[in-house]
């Protein structure tokens, strides 16, 4: 029984180890690297989302060459506002 209760608590030790060094670096990795997003809407037709209002595609953000000021004519940017008293556009 003793055994037991020794091996549970090195596994809940050890799960608590990853998981404080997991989130740190998959925050950091998705806030400097890169993450996925998805574009709903007919805003971007014909280059994404060609279905239609029902359709919605999924795109990887590349947040390092925006970092490094690598950005290109025909590349998509994405924009996030930060503030509150941002207006949504919707059609």
């Given at each position: 029984m003793?055994?037991?209760q020794g091996l549970g608590r090195r596994y809940?030790?050890?799960f608590f180890?990853?998981?404080f060094v997991a989130v740190?670096?998959?925050v950091t990795f998705l806030d400097r690297v890169a993450c996925v997003a998805r574009v709903e809407g007919a805003s971007m037709q014909p280059s994404l989302n060609p279905g239609g209002r029902e359709?919605?595609?999924v795109v990887l953000l590349n947040h390092w060459s925006i970092r490094n000021y690598d950005v290109q004519r025909g590349d998509i940017v994405s924009l996030v506002c930060l503030v509150s008293s941002c207006v949504s556009?919707?059609?």
């Open positions: 003793a055994q037991a809940i030790k050890a180890k990853g998981f740190p670096v998959t359709a919605s595609d556009w919707t059609s």
